[in-house]
């Protein structure tokens, strides 16, 4: 695929992702199988997967995870067509009860941490039986909330905007399999 002109770097190319995401879903299992060996098939932990963005990844990290594993998706809105924190809004909910159930969120990128932190105020006031955190990427420079993230696939302490493998700037590049930088001038 040809590079779009806005981007600036590629910092995470096809390869280098797929390791890393197998890696992650390696290291989940063991946990998992560790931890909740005699319910795992009884209780399987459900991966949510926070729309949009981490649907590529998710898609990846559960076929990296040899365990019984279901899937919900949630949909909080915290960016519109530009690049700025806002107010959060759930946009989509889960299916089903998570009450009793161990959650694995499964989360693009976090940034400020404040998606992450409401989430799990929501969650744990449901009745989660466990709850741990995937992030893809740790991006650490603007955080404001404080969130303990269970599995990290990259961290990056500058302050980019990043796009590719689910990461979108105004719904475009979420198709890219590369993760890249964007130029700043690129970013309203
Ligand atoms: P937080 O609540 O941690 O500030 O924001 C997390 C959400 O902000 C992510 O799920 C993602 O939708 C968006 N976000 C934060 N940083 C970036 C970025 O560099 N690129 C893209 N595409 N989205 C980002």
Request: overall charge neutral; charged content about 25%; proline content about 5%.
């Amino acid at each position: 695929m040809k590079q779009a002109p806005e981007i600036l770097k590629v910092l995470w190319d096809e390869a280098a992702i797929q390791v890393r995401v197998r890696e992650l879903g390696a290291q989940i299992t063991r946990d998992y199988e560790r931890n909740l060996s005699e319910t795992l098939t009884r209780n399987p932990p459900i991966a949510v997967g926070l729309l949009r963005g981490a649907v590529i990844f998710l898609s990846d990290l559960i076929r990296a995870m040899p365990i019984p594993v279901e899937c919900d998706f949630m949909q909080i809105a915290s960016y519109g067509k530009d690049s700025k924190p806002g107010t959060l809004q759930l946009v989509r909910d889960l299916q089903n009860s998570v009450c009793e159930r161990h959650l694995l969120i499964v989360e693009d990128i976090v940034d400020t941490g404040q998606t992450l932190g409401h989430l799990a105020q929501k969650l744990t006031a449901r009745g989660a039986a466990s709850i741990r955190f995937c992030a893809l990427i740790d991006k650490t420079a603007r955080r404001r909330t404080p969130v303990e993230l269970d599995y990290v696939g990259f961290r990056l302490q500058e302050d980019a905007f990043l796009v590719g493998y689910g990461l979108d700037y105004a719904e475009k590049y979420r198709n890219l399999p590369y993760i890249a930088a964007l130029k700043p001038e690129a970013v309203i």
